[in-house]
């Protein structure tokens, strides 16, 4: 069975770019999670979906970052413009859910490692 | 706020030496708690998790209790192999919730 998939696996642009990660959540899943994983905060939750809809974007850091799911197997992650302090590794994560959250663990991908110089 | 606090690393051992992960954490009602690991380039995966009060997760020679009474969940193995080599991270989700908030992470080297 596939996993979570993101896309693409690295990334290296320039500071002022547009950054677009990508992720395939598995089939079924209807929560998904954007987390960013850095040395110095460890894991952020930035948003999640269900259902296709945004529940909570407050770990969002700014307007540079904005996120979509427009159906139920693909979500992205938009950084526009980049700056440096966006280097870190976002990860995707994907679970099933009921009405009453999620029941079960987290299905992560393997992430996407972004630098920008 | 729900947080969740574990020892810091690295954590450094000789192979089949006995392992343990402090965590400790701070939620109402009832979370469920979860061990997840991270090997090197990877993402993270469930290790093991208990939903419950006096639940025992296991997986893999791994095992974590859950304590309401000290807001506990510490991970052990009996003897550790070169291959348990990663970053542990405890979490907890409260009941009925959707976020999952982990922990720092703690790193382990296990040496041959």
């Known amino acids: 069975d596939a996993g979570v998939i993101q896309s693409p696996r690295h990334e290296v642009t320039e500071m002022g770019q547009e950054v677009t990660l990508r992720c395939k959540p598995i089939s079924g899943h209807n929560s998904l999670f954007w987390y960013r994983q850095t040395m110095m905060r460890g894991l952020e939750l930035l948003i999640y979906?269900?259902?296709?809809?945004?529940?909570?974007d407050s770990g969002m850091p700014e307007d540079r970052f904005s996120a979509k799911m427009p159906n139920a197997s693909f979500s992205t992650l938009k950084i526009q413009p980049s700056e440096p302090r966006d280097s870190a590794v976002y990860f995707c994560a994907s679970s099933p859910s009921g009405a009453g959250g999620i029941t079960g663990e987290l299905f992560f991908g393997e992430g996407s490692r972004l630098t920008v110089l | 706020g729900d947080s969740v606090t574990q020892m810091e690393g690295p954590v450094t051992l000789s192979e089949e030496a006995f392992l343990t992960i402090n965590c400790t954490y701070t939620a109402t009602g009832y979370p469920s708690l979860f061990w997840y690991v991270q090997y090197p380039g990877e993402g993270l995966q469930l290790l093991l998790k208990?939903?419950?009060?006096?639940d025992k997760g296991s997986n893999k020679g791994f095992e974590a209790t859950y304590r309401k009474e000290t807001t506990s969940f510490h991970l052990e193995k009996g003897s550790v192999q070169v291959s348990d080599s990663a970053v542990y991270f405890c979490a907890l989700r409260g009941s009925g919730g959707f976020k999952t908030i982990f922990g720092a992470g703690t790193r382990l080297f296990v040496k041959a």
């Open positions: 979906f269900n259902n296709n809809v945004p529940i909570d």
């Open positions: 208990a939903t419950k009060a006096d």
